[in-house]
Every structure is written in structure tokens, then in C-alpha cells.
């Protein structure tokens, strides 16, 4: 049983570049999740998927991000036009559907610094 | 974004001492989580609460999910050395799937 797998784990770049980061979540887990996180603060909700569906995006996801889920499997998450305050963590976490017993699973993360 | 105060910000204790970090909202919600994370990677999680007043442990881990549905705490005994590292509370609401995060409790334990 693997866990949820982000790729790439770090990311360099430059101002104005775009990037995109891969999500592969629990196989079993129709529901999958973007957070960003800063130095010295918790993880912050950006946006959720169930199945191929984006259900809820937080304020937090300007214009210039994007995200997908179009297979319902793995998630891609994409900044363009980076700017140097999108310097984070950017985390993905997955659960299974509704219920009771809906813990999220997180990834192990990718790194994004923005020169 | 709302979040949740979580405390202490930081603990330096002897390996063996008992831990105590709590969270508190003004905001009820229908799961606490309590998740650790080491630098460089993602959280893991170490105890999930359902109920109010539900008491759960996970080897040395207790937490606990208050009464008002407005907190929780977690307890670890017998501190370790690889017990280091940030404890993140979150907490979802009752009408909500997105987790909302403490700031954490950053954890160091002398050998």
C-alpha cells in the first residue's frame, strides 16, 4: 500500500516561469487535496477534488493558479507566472469519501522557491 | 485564513518528561487531527477524533477531543529523541472537507 506521492519534491525557479507539480494519491481515495504551507505556519487550504470534480477553491487560489484532476486518479497543480511570494510548500493529501472516517493523507510535499 | 491558536509554540524537555500541547478555536468543529511533521516533508497522522469527549491513544499518544467541540489536547509520555519535530492540530468543520491548521507545536527532546 503505497501513500500519496508528490513530484517533483523541489522546484527552483525564476520570476515569471510557470511550473506544474504532480499529485498521485491513495489508489482507493476518490478525494484529493492541495495546501500550501509557509515557513513557521500551518498547512492553508487551496483546493479540493472529488473524483474529477473540483468541488471548492479557497481565496487563496488566485488567477494565476490552476489545478486538475481529469482522470479522477492523479492531480496536477499549476503557477504561472510565478512570483516570490509563491515561495512554499505546496502539499497534496488524500481520503476517501464523505462518512465518519474521512482522515486526510498527505504527501511528502513540493518545494517551490522562486528566485 | 482562520486558524485555530495552538500552544505552546515550542517545548525543550529531557528525554522521559510527559507532553502536554493544546488547541482552541471559537469555532465548533466535527474532527480534530493531530498530525507531526518532520522538516522537509509532509505531516503524518497520529490520532483522529470523531466524538466530543472521545479519549484516544496511539502507543504513547493521547488526545483528546473537548466537550464544546471547541478544542482538543494531546499528550505524549515518556518522551523519546525521535519524538522531535512540529505537532499540528486541525480541525474541520461541521459543513466542511478543508482542514483548518494550528501553527504547531515545535517539539525538542535532550537525550
Known amino acids: 500500500d503505497t501513500g500519496v506521492s508528490q513530484d517533483p519534491r523541489h522546484k527552483i525557479t525564476k520570476r515569471g516561469q510557470n511550473v506544474t507539480f504532480r499529485c498521485d494519491p491513495i489508489?482507493?481515495?476518490?478525494?484529493l487535496y492541495w495546501y500550501r504551507q509557509t515557513l513557521g505556519q500551518g498547512p492553508e487550504f487551496l483546493t479540493y477534488f472529488q473524483n474529477e470534480a473540483q468541488l471548492e477553491k479557497s481565496r487563496l487560489l488566485s488567477d494565476r493558479f490552476s489545478a486538475e484532476r481529469p482522470k479522477g486518479s492523479f492531480s496536477t497543480l499549476e503557477i504561472q507566472r510565478t512570483e516570490q511570494g509563491d515561495s512554499a510548500m505546496y502539499l497534496c493529501?488524500?481520503?476517501?469519501?464523505?462518512?465518519?472516517?474521512?482522515?486526510?493523507?498527505f504527501g511528502p510535499g513540493t518545494r517551490l522557491t522562486v528566485l | 485564513g482562520q486558524q485555530l491558536n495552538q500552544s505552546p509554540q515550542s517545548m525543550f524537555i529531557q528525554e522521559g518528561e510527559d507532553v502536554s500541547m493544546n488547541c482552541t478555536s471559537s469555532?465548533?468543529?466535527?474532527?480534530w487531527l493531530w498530525y507531526k511533521q518532520d522538516p522537509g516533508e509532509g505531516p503524518v497522522l497520529l490520532i483522529a477524533?470523531?466524538?466530543?469527549?472521545e479519549l484516544t491513544s496511539n502507543g504513547r499518544l493521547t488526545a483528546q477531543f473537548g466537550i464544546t467541540r471547541k478544542d482538543s489536547f494531546l499528550n505524549i509520555s515518556a518522551s523519546i529523541p525521535s519524538d522531535v519535530g512540529i505537532y499540528f492540530c486541525?480541525?474541520?468543520?461541521?459543513?466542511?472537507?478543508?482542514?483548518?491548521f494550528g501553527k504547531g507545536t515545535t517539539l525538542s527532546v535532550s537525550s
Open positions: 469555532s465548533i468543529f466535527n474532527t
Open positions: 489508489s482507493e481515495h476518490n478525494r
Open positions: 493529501a488524500s481520503s476517501r469519501t464523505g462518512g465518519l472516517y474521512n482522515e486526510q493523507f
Open positions: 477524533l470523531y466524538k466530543a469527549g
Open positions: 486541525a480541525g474541520q468543520l461541521p459543513a466542511g472537507t478543508a482542514l483548518i
